[in-house]
């Protein structure tokens, strides 16, 4: 069974740099072709995907952010991460991880294993 | 970006009942909606896929269907462990996006 979940410090101060690891159960990030994507949940509202890497470390991310946020991709540690600058109140979401097995028909995508999520709060 | 909208907002339903939830794209995806299932603390459940494709492992009771513009999830007869968030999503284009949601709850 594929297995994610974040980790990562809940509370954050303004102005601070956001750090968040996604572990992967063993064999599942070098099993086939994906991309490992990062969604956040804000409180009260809707789902905001992030952006994601693939295997490979292409990144591409949501414009909204602003260049805010870096993803990177560990294949040997079985790991990913998200980095995000310049946190503000409106920052504060549950961050999920989630994988995306990479296809070739433009538009069939879709996040078929996701971890549990991790609340981050922004607050000085 | 693609605007994803869902209705209802709110469905209060029993048992056994049939329910439907609808999404709408703010343009053309084709049939490029996938289907989620969110409970509190637990990790999110894919559903259905491209529209009517149900992920490995999901009832049959739930179905979805669509194109273009207008989808819909149902779930044929409501199970205790099916009250929880529905959300759509389009795959169409990045930058992904999500409708608002639709919370299922017990009547």
């Known amino acids: 069974q594929v297995q994610l979940q974040e980790s990562g410090p809940g509370l954050v101060k303004p102005s601070q740099t956001l750090s968040l690891m996604c572990t992967v159960s063993?064999?599942?990030?070098?099993?086939?072709?994906?991309?490992w994507n990062w969604i956040r949940h804000h409180p009260g509202k809707g789902l905001e995907w992030i952006g994601y890497i693939s295997n490979s470390g292409s990144t591409f991310y949501n414009p909204s952010l602003k260049s805010r946020a870096t993803i990177s991709v560990d294949m040997s540690k079985k790991n990913f991460s998200l980095r995000m600058d310049s946190l503000t109140a409106a920052d504060t979401a549950i961050y999920f991880c989630?994988?995306?097995?990479?296809?070739?028909?433009?538009?069939?995508?879709?996040?078929?294993?996701w971890g549990r999520g991790t609340l981050v709060t922004v607050s000085s | 970006d693609i605007q994803m909208t869902q209705s209802p907002s709110s469905l209060s339903a029993s048992v056994g009942d049939r329910v439907t939830i609808n999404c709408r794209a703010s343009q053309s995806i084709a049939v490029y909606v996938n289907w989620y299932q969110l409970k509190p603390g637990k990790a999110p459940r894919l559903l259905i896929f491209a529209s009517s494709r149900l992920q490995r492992g999901v009832p049959s009771r739930f179905s979805g269907d669509g194109s273009v513009t207008d989808f819909t999830l149902t779930i044929s007869s409501l199970q205790p462990e099916d009250f929880a968030f529905y959300y759509c999503q389009q795959s169409y284009n990045t930058p992904f996006t999500f409708g608002p949601g639709t919370k299922l709850d017990i009547k």
């Open positions: 063993v064999d599942s990030m070098t099993s086939g072709d994906f991309n």
């Open positions: 989630a994988r995306e097995p990479f296809g070739v028909v433009k538009g069939l995508r879709y996040f078929d294993f």
